[in-house]
């Protein structure tokens, strides 16, 4: 039995954060702002996982209402997501995402960003697809306002 979740995540890009995208510390001169460290890619990711086995979604799970979450790392969100959907019996297939931001460009960046995601997800890196684009300077992405990440992801009853 298969499972199809999909996630999509937001977040306003600020001075004075860094930003973080699937798992790495992009330099730039602004970050994302958000509870935690606001990896809009990891959230996303994370949504799909919860939404593939109808469990909620990240804010019902790490509200930014909890200081637990304060600034915590992203990553640890998706261990936890991961942890959930393998207590159901489940596994991940792959994982395709996107990512809509102006700048800077992360493609010297996406093969750290599958490893880690496959590492986490307990995958091979030939099994999560990171891709990303502009809105050729349309709208609160292209005005460099905020960024968009995108996931789909499958799973697999074990």
């Not at 999909?6 to 509870?35: M, S, T």
């Not at 809009?40 to 930014?64: E, K, R, S, T």
């Not at 306002?145 to 995108?150: I, K, M, N, Q």
Request: proline content about 3%.
């Amino acid at each position: 039995m298969f499972r199809i979740g999909f996630g999509i995540d937001f977040h306003q890009l600020v001075e004075g954060r860094q930003l973080w995208i699937g798992g790495v510390n992009i330099p730039h001169h602004k970050g994302a702002l958000g509870h935690s460290d606001a990896d809009v890619l990891l959230h996303a990711i994370c949504d799909g996982l919860l939404g593939a086995l109808a469990l909620g979604d990240i804010g019902m799970h790490f509200p930014n209402t909890d200081p637990t979450y304060k600034d915590i790392d992203s990553k640890i969100l998706l261990q936890h997501c991961y942890a959930l959907i393998s207590s159901k019996g489940y596994r991940v297939v792959n994982v395709d995402s996107s990512i809509c931001l102006e700048a800077p460009k992360i493609k010297k960046h996406s093969p750290e960003m599958r490893k880690l995601i496959a590492e986490i997800l307990e995958i091979t890196i030939d099994d999560v697809s990171v891709k990303a684009t502009t809105t050729e300077t349309m709208g609160f992405v292209g005005r460099e306002e905020g960024l968009v990440a995108y996931a789909n992801v499958l799973l697999q009853k074990l």
